[in-house]
Every structure is written in structure tokens, then in C-alpha cells.
């Protein structure tokens, strides 16, 4: 005999957390499964937009004893140093992952959730013929499940079991992110663009700022290590040098990950519902990934809850996930090619400057209503 339940969620990120979370409280037999333990750090910007908040709010979902920074501000800054601000229409928080993430499992256990942290999925199969998934975990044990939400990020191990193709590709970038103390305006989110990549700042809890980027593979192979890769090419743009120089910086050591795909993926494959990153991850820039994460999360559960038969259900998470993202992922994935390179950083900062209608349509379109 072994386990059965009604939905197994494989990754505790936001998406697997807001899905389990909201099966859970409706009265779901949830288990979700997460390879690492709460709480820990990830590479990740932590600027939320502030499209979820009312839903963070009314599911009192929103971590208390905090001072988060609100942030209505956006600066970019050319690879020379020159920057231009703007006002964000929607605008967002800061908030560590570290705290946001074991705020959200703890809101799993309240409910009646099931996690299983520190193991991870090894495979995922559906069985046509008795109609339901078996999960192999890494140790040996099966368990079995009615439905299956895939919420394991932008790559695992998983990827490459389920044939997915965008798993051949690889990318040029990687992501490294730090919490430093530094001067930097607490309402402010800023893009600081770099030769191959660029950098986000924003402040977090407890006065603390964020200091996260996108950088290139190639480079980090030409110069041997991430210090002398970002004195070699971050600090070459000297409004973000002094962010290296001048700051206290606060983890051991960086967070880093590589091989960050933004390829098109699919919201269903396998009969597994796809949520966050690993239907599509959203270009950095764009400063949204949380907030889709824990939208699409928050659909398939949903569409879990809602649909009467296993067609239905993934026929409405599908259309519905489609509608909601797949045009921000396009817009993304254009706009990615505005940054990172002299000229075009250039062109951006002018077209800010200047036509600041325009910039605020791209920024708009790359984001979604509040929900
Ligand atoms: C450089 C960079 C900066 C970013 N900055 C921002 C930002 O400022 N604002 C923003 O909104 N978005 C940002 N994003 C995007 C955002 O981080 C992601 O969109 C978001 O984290 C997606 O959440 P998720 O739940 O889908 O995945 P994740 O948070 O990646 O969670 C997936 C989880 O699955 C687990 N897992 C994987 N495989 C298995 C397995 N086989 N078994 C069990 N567990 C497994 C992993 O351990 C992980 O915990 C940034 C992304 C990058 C790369």
C-alpha cells in the first residue's frame, strides 16, 4: 500500500506554496513536497508588485511585525552611470524570500497542508489506465495522487524526466544575488544595466537592500570567479560601482544559479498543472515573477477545486493561464533585448526621458490587474 492523496505540489516557491495553502484550507488532502528546508535564501530580486497585495491581504496572508519599504519609484540606469526615474503606476514592496516563503509554509501547516522539506521528487507518471500520478521520492518511497501540481521553478531535475524541450536549450545567464546595508532610497526600485546583463536594487525588511542580477555565463568563465567578473563588468558602470564598494554586505557568500531559461514552456503537460516558473519564467526585468508565481498558483488550485472532471480542470487552469500570461511572457522576453547592451540602454533611458507614456505602456503591459 502506499500514500494516497487528492493533490500532490511538487516545489515549495510561492506558486507551490499559495496552491498547497489554498487546497489546504479548503479542506483538500494536500502534501507538497520541497527539496530544500525553511527557511533559506534564493536568487531572486524580492521587489512584489503590488498586484498581489489584495489578495495577500484578504487571505491575511501578508507577514506582520515587518517594516516594508513601499515602493512607487523606478530608477534605470543606463551602462554609463546615467539614470532617469519614474513613477510606477502599480508599484510594489520589498520582502526577502527568506521570510516570505517560510511565512507562506507556515500558513500550510495552520491549514492542514502536508510537507514533506529536504526530499526531492524523482519522478512524476500518469497512469491512463487507473487514472491517477505516482510520484517516486528520492530515498525509494512512491506515493500516489489524483492531480499534480508542478511547482518545481524555472529548471529541475524534473524537467529533464518529463522530455520537457526547452530543458535542451541552454542559456547564457546566470543570477547572483546579495542583502547588503547601503544609502539607497527605500521607495525606490532601480535597474542598473551592465555589458551582457543588469542589476536590481531594492530595499527589504529591517533596512536591508537587495542587490540582485542577471549576468552572462561567457563572462563568468573569461574572468574565473563573480568578484572579479563584477569588478571586471558590473563596476563598469560606476553608479553601480559604488553599491560594491560602498556597502556592508550581509550574506556569507552569494546566492547563485545559472542556466536561467526564458524559453516558452506549456501550462499543462503530462496532465501535470504547471504553476510559476515552471510554465514560463518572466524576463527579471519585469519585476513580476513573485506575482505570477502566486497567481498561478493560486489558479490551479482553483481550477483544482472548481473542475468536476480531469478534462475540465485542465482545459480551464489552461485557458485561464494562458489568458492571464502568456502575452506578458512575450512582452518580456522583447523587452529583455532593450537592456544589457550600451546602445539599446542608451535608447531606453532616452525613450523614459522623453516619452514617458511609452515607458509606461511597456511597464503596464508586462503586468497584470490586481486580483
Ligand atoms: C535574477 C532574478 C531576479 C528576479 N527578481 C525578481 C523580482 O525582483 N521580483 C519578482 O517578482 N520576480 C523576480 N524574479 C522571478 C521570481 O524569482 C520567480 O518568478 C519566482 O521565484 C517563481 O516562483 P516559483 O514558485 O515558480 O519557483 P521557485 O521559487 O523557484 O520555487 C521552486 C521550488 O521547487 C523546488 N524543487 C525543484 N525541483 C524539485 C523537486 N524535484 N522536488 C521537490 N522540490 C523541487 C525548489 O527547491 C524550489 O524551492 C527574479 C528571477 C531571477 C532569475
Same mark, same amino acid.
Given at each position: &500500500? ?5 493533490? $500532490? ?18 479542506? +483538500? ?11 533559506? /535564501? ?47 503606476? =502599480? ?11 517560510? /511565512? ?74 546579495? /542583502? ?28 536591508? $537592500? ?6 552572462? +555565463?561567457? /563572462? ?8 572579479? =567578473? ?43 498543472? =504547471? ?14 515573477? &513573485?506575482? &505570477? ?52 540602454? $542608451? ?25
Amino acid at each position: &500500500m502506499i500514500d494516497k492523496y487528492s493533490t $500532490v505540489v511538487i516545489g515549495g516557491g510561492l506558486a507551490g506554496l499559495i496552491s498547497a495553502y489554498l487546497l489546504a484550507k479548503s479542506g +483538500r488532502d494536500v502534501l507538497l513536497v520541497e527539496k530544500k528546508s525553511y527557511p533559506f /535564501h534564493r536568487v531572486c530580486g524580492e521587489y512584489l508588485s503590488n498586484e498581489v497585495f489584495d489578495f495577500l491581504k484578504r487571505e491575511n496572508l501578508l507577514p506582520t511585525g515587518y517594516d516594508l519599504p513601499t515602493i512607487t519609484h523606478f530608477l534605470f540606469s543606463d551602462t554609463t552611470g546615467k539614470s532617469v526615474t519614474t513613477l510606477l503606476d =502599480m508599484g510594489g514592496f520589498g520582502i526577502s524570500r527568506y521570510v516570505l516563503d517560510e /511565512h507562506f509554509y507556515q500558513k500550510v501547516l495552520e491549514n492542514g497542508g502536508e510537507v514533506r522539506t529536504g526530499v526531492q521528487v524523482e519522478t512524476v507518471l500518469f497512469d491512463e489506465i487507473e487514472n491517477q500520478f505516482t510520484l517516486e521520492l528520492a530515498g525509494g518511497e512512491s506515493l500516489a495522487a489524483e492531480y499534480v501540481i508542478g511547482a518545481f521553478g524555472k529548471r529541475s531535475k524534473l524537467d529533464k524526466v518529463l522530455k520537457r524541450s526547452f530543458i535542451e536549450k541552454r542559456s547564457p545567464y546566470i543570477g547572483v544575488k546579495y /542583502h547588503i546595508k547601503t544609502d539607497f532610497d527605500r521607495n525606490t526600485v532601480a535597474l542598473y544595466n551592465f555589458e551582457g546583463g543588469y542589476c536590481g536594487l531594492n530595499a527589504i525588511e529591517e533596512d536591508k $537592500v537587495n542587490l540582485c542580477y542577471l549576468g552572462n +555565463r561567457e /563572462h563568468l568563465r573569461k574572468y574565473g570567479s563573480i568578484e572579479a =567578473m563584477e569588478q571586471e563588468i558590473l563596476w563598469k558602470n560606476p553608479s553601480l560601482k559604488r553599491f560594491f564598494t560602498d556597502s556592508e554586505f550581509l550574506l556569507e557568500k552569494p546566492e547563485v544559479i545559472n542556466e536561467i531559461n526564458f524559453e516558452r514552456k506549456g501550462p499543462v503537460e503530462n496532465h501535470i498543472l =504547471m504553476a510559476g516558473d515552471s510554465a514560463g519564467l518572466i524576463t527579471p526585468l519585469c519585476g513580476n515573477g &513573485m506575482a &505570477m508565481a502566486i497567481q498561478s498558483g493560486k489558479l490551479a488550485a482553483e481550477s483544482i477545486l472548481a473542475g468536476k472532471t480531469r478534462t475540465e480542470i485542465e482545459s480551464n487552469y489552461e485557458v485561464s493561464w494562458k489568458a492571464l500570461f502568456e502575452r506578458r511572457l512575450w512582452l518580456g522576453r522583447k523587452v529583455q533585448r532593450l537592456f544589457g547592451a550600451k546602445q539599446a540602454s $542608451v535608447f531606453t533611458r532616452k525613450l523614459i526621458q522623453n516619452v514617458p507614456f511609452i515607458a509606461k505602456q511597456i511597464i503596464k503591459n508586462t503586468h497584470g490587474k490586481a486580483f
